[in-house]
């Protein structure tokens, strides 16, 4: 595989992940409505820095009102814009979905054809249909739908491709997205529904976020087979049986790596990571320390990225010497 192509197998995996999440995070964001008291207020900027935004810069685009407050319809609309429609936002469905398109024509040599149809057709829906965010209802029903053609993708892809070291780092770029984003939905949840404390926090079931990453039911059966009440944040941070937990991401990149030159390296971040979530009993944790721990995971796996990707950096640089 040339070195160029590393990088754009790997990006390919973490942009078609990256779409499916971002869409359940907007969705996750409606069923926490749903779920919340009726004059609960949502702070909407809160979405844009979990994304690594500085929500006050990025609405000052958006001209909205002098007065409008963080939890107004306005601001509301300004956000879904910025993570859905505006295309030249760094992080909407629409710029990731054509970075997305960038890095599959890059490597239409290592990809199937079925694949490489599946990506076009989403192409082609996203930008069709995300002009616009929409009303929540519209919206809604809008994300399940493009987080249903992520997943068809997905699914060409697994029956159809080479068990190469291509598809070892396109599975690798997913899992790494998919724990990050994972972590930040988590956020999400945690900087809206808990008071910053250094005492224990509750227990919560958060059936929203479980309902976006599609765990509701996993998780009742996980916890009629537990002899205590177990919340979902240590559910999702710790059963690795569940597809879209940290641990099972984290076990799948290790996995894919085991056949790369330089999986050694990555092991060892891996590994850092895997102790992180074993490092104190979850449950104990207040909200707090439960944010730092999630913002350790996060700058870890920006450690495990440059990991990954860096070898073939550098090989790169050499050969334009």
Same mark, same amino acid.
């Given at each position: 595989m040339l070195l160029k192509s590393v990088d754009n197998i790997f990006w390919l995996g973490r942009y078609l992940e990256r779409l499916d999440d971002t869409a359940r995070l907007v969705n996750a964001t409606s069923h926490l409505l749903i779920d919340s008291h009726k004059d609960t207020r949502f702070s909407?900027?809160?979405l844009l820095d979990v994304m690594g935004l500085d929500s006050s810069s990025t609405l000052a685009d958006?001209?909205?009102?002098?007065?409008?407050?963080?939890?107004?319809?306005? $601001?509301?609309?300004?956000?879904?814009?910025?993570? $859905?429609?505006?295309?030249?936002?760094?992080?909407? $469905?629409?710029?990731?979905?054509?970075?997305?398109?960038?890095?599959?024509?890059?490597v239409r040599q290592l990809i199937p054809r079925d694949m490489w149809e599946e990506l076009n057709m989403l192409d082609s829906f996203i930008q069709q249909h995300c002009q616009q965010p929409g009303g929540r209802q519209q919206r809604y029903n809008l994300m399940t739908e493009v987080s249903r053609r992520c997943q068809m993708v997905v699914g060409v892809l697994d029956g159809v491709m080479l068990r190469s070291d291509a598809f070892g780092l396109f599975n690798m770029g997913r899992h790494v997205e998919r724990a990050d984003m994972t972590t930040r939905i988590m956020d999400v949840m945690v900087l809206q529904q808990l008071q910053p404390?250094?005492?224990?926090?509750?227990?919560f079931r958060w059936t929203s976020i479980l309902n976006a990453l599609g765990g509701i039911e996993s998780y009742h059966y996980y916890l009629a087979h537990q002899s205590s009440d177990v919340d979902a944040i240590d559910?999702?941070?710790?059963?690795?049986?569940?597809?879209?937990s940290i641990a099972y991401c984290f076990n799948r990149v290790a996995a894919s790596a085991?056949?790369?030159?330089?999986?050694?390296?990555?092991?060892?971040q891996v590994h850092q990571l895997q102790t992180l979530l074993k490092a104190a009993p979850l449950s104990e944790l207040s909200t707090e320390q439960l944010h730092s721990l999630i913002d350790q995971i996060q700058a870890g796996i920006m450690q495990l990225h440059q990991v990954i990707t860096e070898p073939a950096a550098a090989q790169q640089q050499q050969l334009s010497a």
């Open positions: 909407w900027p809160i958006y001209q909205l009102p002098p007065d409008a407050t963080p939890e107004q319809a306005s $601001i509301e609309y300004a956000v879904m814009a910025h993570l $859905i429609s505006n295309n030249a936002s760094s992080v909407s $469905i629409r710029h990731t979905c054509s970075q997305l398109k960038y890095n599959a024509r890059s404390t250094q005492i224990k926090r509750p227990k559910y999702l941070l710790t059963f690795a049986d569940f597809p879209r085991k056949g790369l030159p330089h999986s050694i390296n990555i092991l060892q």
